[in-house]
């Protein structure tokens, strides 16, 4: 019988715990290891965790020093025994069914990585959803779509990870976001198989505290220095230049975005700026014919120009 390896980063945590916990000891397939990685809580998330584990044999605990999100889950994931990893924060939930239906699915098509659909929520209302998306996924057609659009790849709490795949691949300590997008992105170098359950079996929330938004001055700097530790690794330097262009437009898709969605004109100037040391960096790193391939670096440099910038 399959069992799964859940992983729960905690940090001040203690309103949301209750009803996180409760969507995976509450699930309906039971063959669990509940990891939560307490990751130097001053509030009363231990304490609670500790309660939690007294009723239930399927929770580990790991007390450890803040060290960040990335820490946490390297660290649960080196105890983790299971046969197929997955990850939850601790401000989220998961459908009851989730990992039957995971456990279903993997016996029909044993597939390396199992993603399902997502809903986002604030206030206790859906704001939105990729179920439209996931459903496309599982169409003869776009079966794996995956491979051509990286951008699908960008979180983890969507996806079960087959542990061996896992092997020699961590979050990367030291990035203050991206870090996901990092993981992911190394584990689809390996080309791993894929299978799609078109259900909504997360809950995220919206608006959380602490949680980075598009107004966040440090955004573009933050992917930026993502991309530059994924550019610095073996595997991304032994892909063919095909699969670089289509990394490094993920990477600049998310700069547009921030401009775009920004109002304030000093936050402007200031994303102008950071946009033109993500291109320096590809223009001192790419021959010129490459630009051509790569076309979002095309669109920033036309969106530089036209605020009167020069890369």
Known sequence: MLKFSVIVPIYNMQEYLDSSLASVINQTYKNLEIICVNDGSIDNSLAILKEYKAKDERIKIIDKVNGGVSS?????????????????????????TLCEKVADKIATENSDIIMWAHSKIKDGIERENNIKQVKRLTIEKYKHILKHQIGAQASVWDKAFKKELLNGISFPNG??????????????????????????????????????????????LNDFEAYKYLYATEEFS?????????????????SIN????????????????DIKLFLKFIYSEYNLSAFFKIKNFRKLLFLVMRNNFRP
């Open 175 to 220: 990035i203050k976001c991206a870090e996901d997008i990092i993981f992911c992105t190394l584990i689809y170098l390996k080309n791993p198989s894929y299978s799609y359950i078109p259900e909504l079996l997360y809950f995220y929330t919206l608006c959380r505290a602490g949680a980075v938004t598009n107004q966040n001055p440090d955004c573009i």
């Open 258 to 273: 921030y401009f775009n969605k920004s109002i304030e004109p000093t936050l402007k100037n200031k994303y102008i700026d």
């Open 72 to 96: 946490a889950r390297n660290a649960g994931m080196k105890i983790a025994t299971g046969d197929y990893i997955m990850f939850l924060d601790p401000d989220d939930a998961y459908d009851v």
């Open 238 to 254: 032994n892909q063919n230049k095909n699969i670089q262009f289509k990394i490094t437009n993920h990477f600049l898709i998310g």
